[in-house]
């Protein structure tokens, strides 16, 4: 099947690539480490790709939005309805989304993965793969079916692969869904260990009260979770369309060697999955930023990702991924365009001279 044959493409980076970048690195001309993060990003893209100075001319965002029955239970402090609204939003180019990926230079594409009203939308950047209208209440039962697992998942790995024949060479993850912090805490609290209180934030904004009910759900919903659940099993009880989805994002984006940009506390959940799935395709995934949602650090702990930014964002869409999205064009500029040097006739480091 299309998942299980993803997950088996899924190769190590290029460790050919990879020494070759860091010999390159310690011959340009600045002392060893001075770029701090982005000397390691662009060894890192380097053993993506297994070139050292790739082009990255087509990012492209992927938002994905479905909507949540636990929503039902207060656990935000916007009603379901903003979902499709906001869907239609990005279409018209009016979100934080749409502003930062011009400003970024990237591509948007906007997946209606199950929200409740439908999109009627012939628009280029529109690709409705409706998996129902919202997933089921997680608090009272499963959010959907081992079937609907497996297609969120098998359709973002579809996305990744159309994306890269069309010429994309960098995803990036974005969202959107009301409630969806709250299917996102339970998958990390699971996946990372952590308590639920330790995972569970204000999302939206919600009061004291409101987040004491919110964490209470989390805490009774990874309790009836089996331990030795099985990623499918565990996407299908306390998952989102939409997480599932991008999940299938990244395994697609590592089966074709392409760099992920991860964004917030959602796609950090959906980066988890990957990982449960396939290890090796958080290798592929770089961190754009730590938000304000507690368990976002907690996630990207756990996946071992370093974020690039920390602004304190907690928007989601994709923001924080079209902040980050320059960052990495330039560290994959750097080798080619820098000078070594040899070249610029400046002489190195004492200790080799």
Known sequence: MLLEQTCAAIEPLDGGAIERARRHQADLTKPHGALGQ????????????????????????????ADHGVAAEGVSAYPASVTAQMVANFLAGGAAVNVLARAAGAELLIVDAGVLTPTASDAPIFRAERLGAGTGNLAHGPAMTIDQARAAL?????????????????????EMGIANTTAAACLTAFLAGAPAASVTGRGTGIDDAHLRRKVAIVERAVAR?????????????????????????????????LPVVVDGFITSAAALLAQRLAPLAIEFCI???V???????????????????????RLG??????????????????????ATFGSAGVDGPADER
């Open 38 to 65: 982005l000397e390691a990003l662009s060894v890192q893209l380097a053993g993506i790709t297994s070139e050292l100075a790739p082009l990255l001319r087509q990012p492209t965002i992927v938002v994905a939005a």
């Open 154 to 174: 098998e359709r973002g790995i579809a996305i990744a692969a159309d994306l890269a024949a069309g010429g994309a060479d960098l995803i990036a993850l974005g």
């Open 225 to 257: 979770l089996d331990p030795a659940i099985e990623p499918l099993a565990l996407l299908a009880a306390v998952g989102g369309f939409e997480i599932g989805v991008l999940a299938g994002v990244v395994l697609g984006a590592a089966a074709r060697r």
């Open 287 to 289: 961190a754009a930023h």
């Open 291 to 313: 938000g304000a949602e507690p368990g976002h650090r907690i996630a990207l702990e756990r996946l071992g990702l370093r974020p690039l930014l920390a602004l304190e964002l």
């Open 317 to 338: 869409e994709g923001s924080g991924a079209a902040l980050a999205i320059p960052l990495v064009r330039a560290a994959a500029r750097i080798p080619g365009e820098m």
